[in-house]
């Protein structure tokens, strides 16, 4: 009995400082694993977040193309109304009926206006609360709304332009007849 | 002259698994050989940028830009129907596709 109770000390005391060892590894295993599953996580949202910031940069660089597009379109359209204009006046000086022509322009001047103010409306840029593709995808559909706004207001003064041409066309063939 | 011997035939069964194996390797290597082909064209795919004209060499831009001066109606009507207004939102696809 007594050798039996010694033993058992004997085993006891061996195998205390293993269990203490087993423990503080079990541990360091733990805080490892805990460390690489950060390490991925962190690595994941960056990507992420890289990506979210590349789409954002292409849909700001395209919205910048479009709002330049749109403003050349609009200086044409002034330059090309300041020469009809200036056809007008010389037509109405060689005695031509020019009544119509000039209510056209009046026209076309306001729809010119209109699509400026289309224009100005388009969102530039997408929001900073835009974290997500999902968000980003949510505002870019309001500015493709607006881009189609301002290109139909666009589409439409010019087209009120080609009206003033035409309009003037038989007053400007007469004018060459008699010429 | 040697005699048929019915003894020297290797066993069915062992046959019979060797042949069922061939195909199953075969269309192993095939499906690993299209997925890494797969993943070879996805990862070029993601890779490639998606070209947006800079506002510098934007070609549309430019040609709204070039115009003549004079107010003759031919010039003038020239210069409106060269005014393409259809590709003033160019790019807006591209940009759909990557948002999808």
Redesign the interface.
């Known amino acids: 009995m007594k050798n039996k109770m010694l033993l058992l000390v004997l085993v006891s005391l061996l195998a205390l400082p293993n269990l203490s060892f087993a423990e503080t590894k079990k541990e360091t295993i733990k805080d490892e694993i805990e460390a690489k599953r950060e390490s991925i996580k962190n690595s994941v949202e960056e990507r992420r977040q890289n990506a979210v910031d590349k789409?954002k940069e292409?849909?700001d660089?395209?919205v910048?193309?479009?709002a330049?597009?749109?403003e050349?379109?609009i200086?044409?359209?002034e330059?090309?109304a300041d020469?009809?204009d200036?056809?007008i006046a010389?037509m109405e000086a060689d005695k031509i009926d020019v009544t119509k022509a000039k209510e056209l322009m009046v026209k076309a001047k306001a729809k010119i206006e209109i699509a400026k103010t289309s224009i100005n409306g388009i969102t530039t840029t997408i929001s900073t609360n835009a974290t997500t593709?999902a968000l980003?995808?949510e505002e870019?559909k309001i500015i493709?709304t607006q881009?189609?706004k301002a290109?139909e207001d666009?589409?439409t003064a010019?087209a009120v332009?080609?009206d003033v041409?035409k309009n003037?066309?038989p007053g400007?063939n007469k004018l060459e007849t008699e010429n | 002259m040697d005699t048929f011997n019915p003894n020297q035939m290797p066993p069915m069964s062992a046959t019979l698994e060797k042949k069922s194996m061939g195909p199953l390797i075969a269309v192993i290597i095939i499906l690993a050989l299209i997925i890494i082909g797969g993943l070879y064209f996805l990862k070029t795919r993601s890779s490639q940028p998606?070209y947006?004209?800079?506002?510098a060499n934007?070609t549309?831009?430019e040609s709204?830009?070039t115009?003549s001066?004079?107010?003759?109606?031919n010039?003038?009507?020239a210069?409106?129907n060269a005014?393409d207004?259809n590709n003033?939102?160019q790019?807006?696809a591209a940009?759909?596709a990557?948002?999808q």
């Not at chain 2, 947006?52 to 506002?55: A, V």
């Open positions: 789409i292409r849909v660089q395209f910048q193309n479009v330049n597009r749109y050349a379109a200086s044409r359209l330059k090309l020469r009809i200036s056809r010389k593709t980003m995808k870019f493709k881009v189609e290109k666009i589409k010019h332009l080609v041409v003037l066309k400007q | 998606i947006i004209p800079s506002p934007d549309i831009t709204l830009n115009q001066t004079s107010d003759s109606l010039s003038i009507e210069d409106l005014t207004l003033l939102d790019g807006a940009i759909e990557t948002l």
